[in-house]
């Protein structure tokens, strides 16, 4: 027990190991845009103070993107989706695995699943004592299941989900204009130096180097965002991208797909005034989403009306469909 602490100890330290060389990149390219470009090689005043407060404004939104994407927690299924202690102790008690699957039947007449594992049974998670909602996924890593799983991503540390997607688009994005606007208007100078009409001194090693870096980053940084662009305008998930989820009907690769505006909308709110501020905005609660189909939400009231079964201030269920659900449907045991 004590060793296994000690690597899981050893494994999160490590984790950071990303993180710290992003930060330590950017620090470093804070100090010679910063000082070595704009204080002590641009001559130009006016010039200096715009490329110092445009600087600033990409840096600021830069860090709070990434701020945000690292330590926002990742969203978890509540607890209608848990079992609870008489389920969880009815489920441990029963020795017979038909009957255990049973009482998972039961439990999942109340939730508003759409989704299936490749075998056609309802997903439930063995190490969280979870039934999965649709487009949760187990992370090995983070250890829990997580809502509208994308990826766990080591140069965040975090698992990219429902919580934090949002973030994790804007931190690519203002990336990208991070790295653009140093590229841009390092550009002349760097020229200047590789020519020799400027002198050699310190700055022309990081004017030099800020160049190649932040053009190196953008390339990479431009087919990232990219390709999670086309996710977003499909709806999918890095893992939807990989693995179609499977409905009642099979897999559908577009059973999500509502329309580009709408699954805009989905990640980033209505309010298009903070599509570009790293504010949490996302509708819905993680648990449920529209499908393109929505003829099999209508033969399910409570799955036609999300808030049918949200839980009610005292904790109590509003209320329970058991006659919607096929009793012929299986579990899945996932670890």
Same mark, same amino acid.
């Given at each position: 027990m004590a060793l296994s602490r000690g690597l899981r100890c050893c494994q999160?330290?490590?984790?950071?190991? !990303?993180?710290? *060389?992003?930060?330590? %990149? @950017?620090?470093?390219?804070?100090?010679?845009?910063?000082?070595? =470009?704009?204080l002590f090689t641009i001559t130009n005043t006016l010039e200096k103070v715009a490329y110092l407060l445009l600087f600033h404004v990409c840096f600021v939104m830069f860090s709070w993107t990434y701020w945000k994407s690292i330590f926002t927690p990742p969203a978890s299924p509540c607890k209608k989706f848990q079992l609870s202690y008489s389920d969880k102790q009815r489920y441990e008690m029963e020795d017979r695995p038909d009957?255990?699957?049973? *009482?998972? @039947?039961?439990?999942?007449?109340?939730? !508003?699943?759409?989704?299936?594992?490749?075998? &056609?049974?309802?997903? /439930?998670c063995d190490r969280c004592q979870v039934l999965k909602p649709d487009r949760c996924h187990h992370c090995s890593v983070c250890e829990m299941c997580v809502l509208k799983m994308d990826h766990h991503c080591p140069w965040v540390n975090n698992c990219v &989900?429902?919580?934090n997607y949002k973030f994790f688009l804007l931190f690519l994005a203002y990336s990208m204009v991070y790295c653009i606007?140093?590229?841009?208007?390092?550009?002349?100078? /760097?020229?200047?130096?590789?020519?020799? %009409? =400027?002198?050699? &001194?310190?700055?022309?090693?990081?004017?030099?180097?800020?160049?190649?870096?932040?053009?190196?980053? /953008?390339?990479?940084?431009?087919?990232?965002?990219?390709?999670?662009?086309? =996710?977003v305008a499909k709806n999918r998930s890095t893992l939807e991208a990989f693995s179609a989820p499977v409905f009642a009907n099979g897999p559908d690769k577009n059973g999500f797909n509502v329309g580009t505006r709408r699954n805009l909308e989905q990640v980033f709110g209505e309010n298009r005034r903070l599509w570009f501020i790293p504010v949490f905005t996302s509708q819905g609660n993680g648990h449920y /989403?529209?499908?393109?189909?929505?003829?099999?939400?209508?033969?399910?009231?409570l799955l036609a009306n999300e808030d049918m079964w949200e839980e009610s201030d005292d904790g109590s269920e509003e209320g329970s469909l058991a006659e919607h659900v096929d009793p012929s449907v299986t579990i899945e045991m996932e670890e």
């Amino acid at each position: 027990m004590a060793l296994s602490r000690g690597l899981r100890c050893c494994q999160r330290v490590f984790s950071w190991i !990303p993180v710290l *060389i992003i930060t330590a %990149v @950017v620090l470093w390219s804070y100090y010679a845009y910063v000082f070595e =470009l704009c204080l002590f090689t641009i001559t130009n005043t006016l010039e200096k103070v715009a490329y110092l407060l445009l600087f600033h404004v990409c840096f600021v939104m830069f860090s709070w993107t990434y701020w945000k994407s690292i330590f926002t927690p990742p969203a978890s299924p509540c607890k209608k989706f848990q079992l609870s202690y008489s389920d969880k102790q009815r489920y441990e008690m029963e020795d017979r695995p038909d009957a255990q699957k049973q *009482i998972l @039947v039961e439990i999942a007449k109340k939730l !508003p699943i759409f989704t299936r594992a490749q075998s &056609g049974a309802i997903r /439930f998670c063995d190490r969280c004592q979870v039934l999965k909602p649709d487009r949760c996924h187990h992370c090995s890593v983070c250890e829990m299941c997580v809502l509208k799983m994308d990826h766990h991503c080591p140069w965040v540390n975090n698992c990219v &989900g429902f919580s934090n997607y949002k973030f994790f688009l804007l931190f690519l994005a203002y990336s990208m204009v991070y790295c653009i606007f140093i590229a841009a208007t390092v550009f002349q100078y /760097f020229l200047k130096f590789w020519e020799g %009409v =400027l002198p050699n &001194g310190p700055a022309k090693f990081h004017v030099l180097f800020l160049m190649f870096v932040a053009l190196m980053f /953008f390339v990479s940084l431009m087919f990232l965002f990219g390709y999670h662009c086309w =996710l977003v305008a499909k709806n999918r998930s890095t893992l939807e991208a990989f693995s179609a989820p499977v409905f009642a009907n099979g897999p559908d690769k577009n059973g999500f797909n509502v329309g580009t505006r709408r699954n805009l909308e989905q990640v980033f709110g209505e309010n298009r005034r903070l599509w570009f501020i790293p504010v949490f905005t996302s509708q819905g609660n993680g648990h449920y /989403f529209a499908l393109k189909n929505r003829s099999s939400e209508s033969q399910n009231p409570l799955l036609a009306n999300e808030d049918m079964w949200e839980e009610s201030d005292d904790g109590s269920e509003e209320g329970s469909l058991a006659e919607h659900v096929d009793p012929s449907v299986t579990i899945e045991m996932e670890e």
